[in-house]
């Protein structure tokens, strides 16, 4: 007797836009978690690097504020940022046949069970991140 493989619990996460306008449901796995930090990332998060987990088998849908999403994409590339035009928050891009292609990490409501797969483009890396794990932590705002 063959014992019958099982695919693993398909989990669906929750996400939103920071001021609550654009929210949708992410069903499915993710393929890889990215920290990208290119310069296109860092402009795009206003931050070290970007955090994005990519699926090519997900599917995503809008639950709110679909219209209120806007797309920029750098032209001549495949470089592409979804927001919500009210609060400027990244959201997802989905494709229109509902699958999941990028998915900024920050935007869900939900822990993900996917740790980074890697560091990307650090040849790109701002000359202030670096060492940062030696500059001291606080649980909150300073004093």
């Not at 995503?60 to 590339?77: E, R």
Request: hydrophobic share 30%; aromatic share 6%; net charge negative.
């Amino acid at each position: 007797m063959t014992e019958a493989k099982t695919e693993p619990a398909k989990k669906t996460l929750s996400g939103s836009c920071q001021c609550g306008t654009v929210t949708f449901d992410i069903s499915g796995t993710f393929d890889c978690f990215f920290l990208c930090h290119c310069s296109r990332c860092r402009k795009a998060t206003g931050s070290a690097h970007g955090a994005n987990l990519f699926s090519s088998t997900a599917k995503g849908v809008w639950k709110s504020g679909a219209d209120n999403i806007k797309t920029y994409q750098i032209p001549g590339t495949r470089n592409q940022k979804n927001f919500c035009m009210t609060c400027g928050s990244a959201v997802p891009i989905i494709a229109d046949d509902g699958n999941v292609i990028v998915v900024p990490a920050g935007s869900l409501d939900n822990d993900v069970d996917i740790k980074p797969t890697a560091h990307i483009c650090c040849e790109s890396r701002a000359n202030w991140d670096q060492d940062l794990e030696t500059i001291p932590s606080l649980d909150g705002l300073p004093g």
